[in-house]
């Protein structure tokens, strides 16, 4: 919900003498009740979420997501009198539409538990336009949120590495996998402000984000990052500079092509970024002929995850050529929710072809739509973490990730209220009265508009 949103309010009744408010005009302006509900759900979640991992009993994720469902569910309800924006209609579109449209649309079953996750981030992604949430590096609840990330990349860095990948080059925490543990450290980034966090703080945090990702081992989300970082930066030169820094990334990025097609990663060390450059070159041509790919041979002589990038462009091409082949209609909304990772063996590594497959044309449109919003009505400061997430997603299912993305949702949503917003809020009487002398009108009759 965008800052300008125009709240009206009943008009003053002259018999009682008092605004009708609703509960949130009665308990706060600024959202940081909100902040707090949200920060305890996640406290809970987290808590769930880590004795799931050392007692081996994932149900318990389930069960603190139903706990931040909940304390989402009684805040809306709260907060349904807010003008709705285009990203509520699109996500309550997205939960309703889809998969009804997709009952009649296709003969596939749809997983209860994909409908599930997908009906749950449309309801945070609603949840978070309804909210009004203060920017989250200005909210009281910034250090317990930051507190909560830290204890979880310390555990998972330390005493719970979780599984081995890749040789034992790769570990992913207390998460399933290492990409799941390599967007955590993204939400440290909402918590910079940039207006009193000194430059240490600043420099810790991001240090923190790579040194999570060199753990991890994550090629796709190593790339975002970068790419994301250099937005952020050139956002912040001033504008007689900026020509010189396209100059240069367009200069670069002719020099990267023009070594990697001369073989310039041999001259590189050897890692398993290089290794898959490799392997890229000597089999792309196999993906786009789609003849059989050995995976196992390529990794035997380069080392493992060395096929893994080329082992995703087959995927992707799979899927794609699945596609193709279904219905019309199965083809505008969706072959069916769950459908690629029991059709294809394994979900296709890529969000946006993940979402023409399950939920097709309108699906993806939709979140397209709701994210575009989402992304550019976030606080400059912090959008190119919402491209960073954006970008690696094409490498990566990161939608299943529901405490990441419950989160990250929140914190790109949050914009605060507008001074006007608060005072009508907190001193109804107060601003009516300075309205109603600007208007020439008296205190009573009609609304106000803030």
Known sequence: MTENTILT????????????????????????????????????????????????????????????????????????????DAVVFASLAAAVFIPVMQIFASSEP?????????????????????????????????????AQILVILLISVTIHRGSSWDGGTRHSGL??????????????????????????????????????????????????????????LHALLPRPWRLL??????????AAVTFLAADGEKLLPETRLTNQISVMRAEFKNVVQGNDISYYEQEKVLGPGSSSAIWRLAHWRQTIAVYIDSTPAQQIFGIG?????????????NEYLRLLFEQGVMGLLLFLFAWQRIIMTAPPGVRYIGIIVAIYSFSENNLDNFPFM????????????????????????????KRGRSAGMGLHGGSMAL
């Not at 981030?121 to 989250?136: G, Y």
């Not at 820094?245 to 002719?254: E, H, M, Q, S």
């Not at 929710?337 to 590594?349: I, M, T, W």
């Not at 790109?412 to 006007?420: E, H, I, K, P, Q």
């Open 175 to 232: 998460f399933e996998i290492p990409n799941n543990l390599a967007l955590i450290p993204f939400l440290l980034l909402f918590l910079i402000d940039l207006s009193r966090d000194g430059l240490m703080l600043r420099v810790a945090a991001h240090a923190i984000v790579v040194a999570v990702l060199a753990f991890t081992g994550t090629s796709g989300a190593m790339i975002a990052y970068g790419i994301g970082l250099a937005i952020h």
């Open 9 to 84: 309010m009943p008009a003053l009744a002259p018999a009682h003498g008092s605004i009708g408010r609703s509960i949130w005009q009665l308990r706060n302006a600024s959202g940081e009740t909100v902040w707090t509900w949200i920060a305890w759900a996640f406290a809970a979640y987290w808590a769930l979420f880590m004795a799931g991992a050392f007692l081996e009993r994932r149900q318990l994720n389930t069960v603190g997501g139903v706990v931040i469902l909940g304390v989402l569910a009684w805040t809306i309800l709260e907060r349904l009198w807010i003008r709705l």
């Open 245 to 254: 820094a396209y100059t240069f990334a367009v200069v670069g990025g002719l």
């Open 110 to 146: 749809v997983s209860p538990e994909a409908l599930f996750k997908h009906v749950s981030l449309c309801l945070v992604m609603a949840a978070s336009r309804l909210f009004c949430l203060p920017v989250a590096s200005t909210s009281k609840m910034r250090w317990p949120l930051a």
């Open 406 to 433: 419950a989160l990250f949702i929140f914190f790109l949503s949050a914009r605060g209220v507008t001074d006007a917003f608060k005072t009508g809020i907190q001193h109804p009487l107060t601003a009516r009265w």
């Open 337 to 349: 929710l769950g459908s690629s990772a029991r059709l294809l063996g394994k979900l296709p590594h």
